[in-house]
Every structure is written in C-alpha cells, then in structure tokens.
C-alpha cells in the first residue's frame, strides 16, 4: 500500500473505531493500516450470556483496496462446525465480489454476524460425555467459549477435586504446604474455571445419554477382539512376553524364542557342564561383563527389562 492512504479507507476506519471501539483492533504500517481484527458475536440485544458462539475476522488489506478485495481469514471459531464454517468463507467470496471498489469490512462483520445469530447454538459434540447437544440440554459455556453440558461438566469439576485431594495425600507435608491451590480447568484448553459445581449438578443428564439404546457388542468389536488375539498370539510366538505374575504396573520383558527354550531348561544345563568340562567358561565368560545385546554378545541370556517402571 502506498504512504498516501485512499480517504475511503480513513473514513472506513474511522467508522470501525467510533462503533466497535476497544472490540477492534486496526495495525498499521506507518500511518497506513494493513489489517482490521475483530471478534464477531452474534445478536443477542443486552444478554451477553446468551452467546454461544463467536468468531475472529482478520481482514487484511491489500496495496490497492478497495479497489481489489482484501484477504479474509476467519479464526478461533468457538461452537462453530466446519459446515457453517465453509459456508460463511463461500458467502464472504460472493460478497467480496459484489463489493469491489468500496469498503467491505462493514459488509463482513453483517454478513457472518447473520450467520451466528442464526446458529446460536453450539455445534457438535461435549467433549466430556461425547454426546451433541440436543433440544432439553442444559449446557454452559466458559469463559474461553468452550461448551459443556452442565452436569457433565460438574461430575468433570468434582472428579478433578477429588484426584487433587488423593495426589495430595500421597505427598509428604511439607510438600503439601508448599504445593499451589486445587483450580478447576476447562478440559479442552486448560484455561481456568470459576463454576461452583454443586450449582452444575443440579442440572439434568444429557438427554442424548437417558435416550440412548443399551450398550451391546457389535460385529465390529468382535471383529476387533479377533484382530487383537491374533496379534497376541503372534507377540508370543516371536518372544515377546507380558509379565504378569506380580502386581502393579506390568514391567516390559523383552526376550527371544531361543531364550524361552534355553533359559532354565536340561538341555542348556548339560551343555554348560560339558563346558566347563572342556575348560571353557559358559556364556563366553570373558564378555560376561559386556550390556546385553552387545556384539560380544553372550555374557546375559536372560531378559532385559529395560522399561520397568518400578525400578
């Protein structure tokens, strides 16, 4: 864009400014502006709380706009599916084309704040229960736009509590005094919540789990079990060997077929007597300090439990 800034696009900013005020934010190059941000809500008169969807239009403006269209990239879209989301991008085209040569960005916010006062509803699934949201839900939304169904956001709240509380407890005090406050968190991007959940709890289950068909195993989960045995029986056949005898965390036994017939057995008892019989050492004794696996090679025939989380 040159130094000399078109007087339609001064007076378009300064419109932007004097309406939208601290909601948009106008960079610049010099004196000349290059990119109008905005968060776009939609109409819901005074009742803030009643938005449930929102998203950021960047529209950034090219040397000779308006004379040529500038580029639109809509971000953070919140309680938006990717449907509604193409639609708008294929609209904002249209309207792009039918307004070259003057100011577009008013165009714009109407255009996609149409679009979400249409769909003022949260699109998609609640991540906690992964069922959508239904006619009858009760949900909220966050601070950070995220949606939640109200009691299944509560259950999320009071667990996240109760798993502080027990890790606490496992901690000497000294730590426990010095460890920060339990804050509960938004479970899709961690930002912090500030919801009482006994409020929460009040609400109804969602009514997409009180209507939905019992649990049963479908030929696909048959066929998945199958799939999985197979490859059990197959880990076994090459060495590979689950330790299951004590309790806790399983370790990771990793040993060879040739290890499972050796190991323990009469047959490698014999033949390390009639080594030592010869004079030579079993298990080539002079590499017996050497890790296993190395290329000396023979100084550990047993397993290697090189992943055990006990220690």
């Not at 509590?161 to 460890?179: F, G, S």
């Not at 298990?283 to 439990?305: F, H, K």
Request: a negative charge; hydrophobic letters at 35%.
């Amino acid at each position: 864009m040159t130094s000399v800034v078109d007087e339609r696009v001064t007076d378009e900013v300064e419109a932007l400014v004097a309406i939208l005020m601290d909601d948009v934010i106008i960079r610049r190059v010099g004196n000349v502006p290059t990119v109008i941000e905005t968060v776009v809500n939609p109409l819901t008169g005074e009742d803030i709380d009643q938005q449930y969807v929102c998203v950021t239009l960047v529209v950034q403006l090219t040397p000779n706009y308006p004379d040529t269209s500038p580029d639109v990239v809509l971000r953070n879209p919140r309680g938006l599916d990717d449907d509604l989301i193409a639609s708008i991008h294929s609209q904002i085209k249209i309207k792009l084309a039918d307004c070259l040569g003057q100011p577009v960005v008013f165009e714009l916010i109407d255009l996609i704040r149409e679009n979400l006062t249409e769909c003022n509803l949260p699109s998609g699934q609640c991540v906690i229960c992964l069922f959508g949201f239904e006619a009858g839900d009760v949900f909220i939304k966050t601070q950070c736009y995220h949606h939640f169904h109200s009691h299944c956001l509560a259950n999320h709240l009071i667990s996240g509590k109760k798993y502080y509380k027990e890790e606490m407890d496992k901690l000497p005090n000294w730590q426990q005094v010095e460890a920060p406050p339990y804050q509960p968190c938004c479970p899709v991007c961690r930002c912090v919540l500030s919801f009482d959940a006994d409020t929460l709890k009040k609400a109804p289950p969602p009514v997409g789990s009180i209507n939905a068909a019992p649990f049963r195993v479908t030929p696909e989960m048959l066929a998945l079990q199958r799939k999985m045995s197979l490859l059990l029986a197959r880990q076994i056949r090459r060495g590979g060997v689950v330790g299951s005898s004590s309790p806790g965390p399983r370790p990771l036994t990793i040993t060879t077929a040739a290890d499972a017939v050796t190991n323990g057995s009469s047959q490698a008892s014999q033949e390390g007597k009639s080594e030592v019989a010869d004079g030579q050492l079993p298990g080539n004794a002079s590499n017996a300090g050497s890790e296993p696996g190395s290329p000396q090679g023979q100084g550990y025939r047993g397993p290697y439990r090189g992943f055990n989380r006990r220690g």
